[in-house]
């Protein structure tokens, strides 16, 4: 069939207590049924919607459709169908999807979004799934979409940083879809179109122009009463009740001791008779009337009535909706609406049987044919072959044949998820990331991007948002991770600067010195994960020396910034070395305050020795190298007889307590640092610049534009020695 007006469309609505076939076409906005026909299960096939007897209920429908064809004068092949609420499951959720900056919103972001929440909607479910069922997600509808947090129509060619979507997915078992397909299939024909029964009653009973209202509908059928809900143009709820026209057919049969069609009968029959005449089991003849009939289902009709008003109230969020209809054969007994009304706390004419007042865009080409309530959710499967050719559908994926819930706009990530294709297997990996520190901040090399999936079609290449169609052949070679990440030491930006020392009244550049977990490395060293890096602001005398590859004579004297020093003599930026076999009679130190620079953390690590006995060091603990250290000028620098390790950190940079202990014995002094006393040790000699190593003086947050530095009343240099008793005033300054 085609869906041009002139073609037949076929509906069959598989019920518990009968199979009802009709046969029409759309003409504009109009549909007209050519012909229908109706059979009761000689058995029960079926129980609350559920195919039991698969044989029973095709043979049913091949005379049906038997009995349309010879009206029609042609043979019926394809079908749409719907399926029982007792089994639908639904699952409500949000979700959001949010960007780095405002973007323009494409379809393929909504997509996205759609895709983001049926996937959502799908983890709940099977967190919620406690059965050993597998169920396909068979749709979704949207109930709305969101932009920057407020409610938006429609979300396409709007810039937005964020975007979200209600969603209402729903599932259905495999072995309920299974079963009638395989009874259509027994009947010899194919399905065209699989729908859900609530939505096929809400296509004729509430159409669109109504969906703006907060509506109800109940399709009391004989097993099953599917609910749905409508609101502000949207369906918002699904939901089903395992409790129908059957319920009442059984009190009756109880009741009157007769078989289960002998009290449908009489169900029948006080909807056209004040009194029914009928057998018991005992062969007996009995008369009931109506009066009694209702007063026996009046308890199970209340019960009935009380649980659809319950699951209204919940689905529509606690509060009683607007109106309610009721469609199919189970809601015609009297009294039904009203209780449904009472138990909601709306007026009883806004519950209703509706049946020629939602028919009338419905022709029927057969005389004699009434607008019924049973007639709704028959015509509504018809009718929703126009609105959604959305079926069950077969591809083959990677050799393996999957089923898919076709609504029209199924592409391979799809089938893939389907599938239980890894997502991450779709997408190109990227290698395995590098994590290090450098200077105490970590620092990611992130891995290189691989290959994405290798996708086909029907042997054309594809990607994932390619449609498919039925019977499609996809084959999914999975994506490739790319090579890890990597770096050499030398090849940090950290590494590059290098560090100036005038040696000998000569200027010379010292590439700087890494320390790896307490190890000095080469820049050829290759990084490896969880390294911890340290960037090095300083050579020792003896490196300088190596690096130069000179050899000293082992009566030189080594003097740095014209004090006495040794090979474990720490040399910062712009310091000076000298080395002589002569003893050097120089200036004194002048230190030229207004030049030091200092780092943003003021930190030295302790010494740390290899297998050679060398010393390596491990970070400074700086965020970078300070721009500028005391500028020793070689000129005006003076040596004092007193410091025997001039070592000590001078350039503003604190030194530990534990580094450069003289070889003698260690002096404690006291003194008093902005009225607070402080102890010194574990060391020689102290100079002001130690007392950074005791004191909470943060010099990484400036509170003026100088340290202003003071030793017993008069202005102090960093190098200033200490002595017992001393008092050191420091603070900062604004000038």
Not at 78 to 100: N, P
Not at 316 to 328: D, Q, R
Not at 722 to 728: M, N, T
């Amino acid at each position: 069939m085609t869906k041009t007006k002139e073609a037949f469309v076929f509906g069959l609505d598989i019920g518990t207590r009968s199979i009802v076939g009709t046969v029409g076409y759309k003409n504009k906005e109009r549909f007209v049924v050519v012909a229908q026909e109706s059979k009761e299960h000689k058995t029960r096939a079926m129980l609350d919607g559920q195919i039991h007897d698969i044989h029973a209920v095709g043979e049913t429908i091949k005379e049906v459709v038997e009995l349309l064809e010879e009206k029609i004068g042609e043979p019926l092949k394809q079908v749409s169908i719907a399926a029982a609420g007792r089994v639908l499951k639904t699952v409500t959720v949000h979700a959001d999807m949010e960007f780095t900056e405002d973007k323009l919103i494409t379809q393929e972001d909504i997509y996205g979004l759609d895709s983001l929440g049926v996937e959502k909607a799908y983890e709940q479910f099977q967190v919620e799934n406690k059965t050993d069922m597998k169920f396909y997600c068979v749709g979704y509808s949207v109930v709305k979409y969101y932009m920057n947090g407020y409610l938006i129509g429609n979300l396409e060619s709007h810039k937005a940083k964020s975007i979200g979507v209600d969603l209402i997915a729903t599932f259905l078992p495999d072995d309920v879809v299974d079963g009638l397909y395989r009874a259509v299939e027994y009947a010899g024909l194919e399905v065209a179109n699989l729908t859900l029964e609530p939505i096929a009653a809400i296509t004729v009973a509430i159409p669109e122009m109504y969906r703006m209202l907060n509506i109800g509908l109940i399709d009391v059928g004989a097993g099953t009463s599917d609910i749905s809900i409508t609101k502000d143009g949207s369906i918002i709820a699904y939901g089903m009740l395992p409790v129908a026209g059957d319920s009442l057919t059984e009190v009756i049969a109880r009741h009157c001791l007769v078989d289960f069609t002998t009290a449908e009968e009489i169900k029948k029959g006080i909807s056209i008779a004040d009194t029914v005449e009928y057998k018991d089991i005992m062969g007996l003849p009995q008369n009931i009337t109506r009066e009694q009939v209702l007063d026996i289902c009046k308890e199970s009709v209340t019960m009935m009535a009380k649980q659809a008003a319950d699951k209204l109230l919940e689905l529509n969020g606690g509060k009683p909706v607007s109106a309610v209809f009721v469609v199919g054969g189970g809601g015609k007994i009297q009294g039904y609406t009203d209780y449904v009304a009472e138990y909601l706390g709306i007026p009883k004419e806004r519950c209703a049987v509706r049946g020629s007042e939602v028919m009338d865009r419905i022709d029927f080409l057969e005389a004699d044919v009434v607008k019924d309530s049973l007639l709704v959710t028959p015509i509504g499967i018809c009718l929703n072959f126009y609105e959604k050719s959305n079926n069950f559908m077969f591809v083959t994926f990677n050799d393996t044949r999957i089923k898919l819930y076709d609504n029209n706009k199924l592409s391979i990530v799809d089938a893939a998820m389907q599938a239980d294709f890894p997502n991450d297997s779709l997408f190109p990996k990227r290698g395995q990331s590098l994590t290090f520190t450098i200077n105490g901040k970590q620092k990611v090399i992130r891995g290189e991007a691989g290959e994405a999936a290798v996708i086909t079609l029907n042997g054309e290449p594809a990607d994932i948002h390619t449609p498919i169609r039925r019977n499609d052949l996809i084959t999914v070679k999975e994506s490739t991770a790319g090579k890890p990440g990597e770096m050499e030491v030398g090849k940090l930006p950290e590494f590059s600067a290098s560090l100036s020392v005038f040696v000998n009244d000569k200027k010379v550049e010292f590439p700087k010195f890494a320390s790896v977990n307490g190890q000095l490395q080469s820049a050829f060293y290759s990084i490896q994960e969880n390294d911890k890096i340290e960037m090095l602001n300083f050579y020792t005398v003896k490196q300088i020396i190596e690096f130069m590859d000179v050899i000293l004579d082992k009566n030189m004297n080594i003097y740095v910034n014209n004090r006495i020093a040794d090979l474990d003599t720490k040399v910062y930026e712009n310091f000076s070395v000298i080395w002589t076999l002569e003893t050097l009679e120089l200036p004194e130190v002048e230190i030229r305050e207004e030049s030091v620079q200092f780092p943003k953390e003021v930190k030295e690590s302790p010494m740390a020795s290899d297998s050679d006995g060398k010393k390596t060091v491990h970070e400074d603990g700086t965020d970078k190298e300070p721009e500028e250290v005391v500028r020793a000028d070689s000129q005006r620098l003076k040596t004092t007889e007193e410091i025997q390790k001039p070592d000590q950190a001078f350039n503003g940079i604190q030194s530990n307590p534990a580094d450069n202990q003289g070889d003698g014995e260690n002096n404690t002094i006291h003194i008093i640092v902005n009225k607070k006393p402080i102890t010194l040790s574990g060391k020689k000699d102290y100079i002001f610049v130690d007392v950074f190593d005791y004191i909470d003086f943060d010099l990484s947050k400036p509170h003026g534009t100088s340290v202003e530095t003071v030793l017993n009343g008069k202005k102090a240099g960093f190098t200033q020695l200490l002595s017992e008793g001393d008092v050191l005033d420091i603070f900062w300054k604004n000038e």
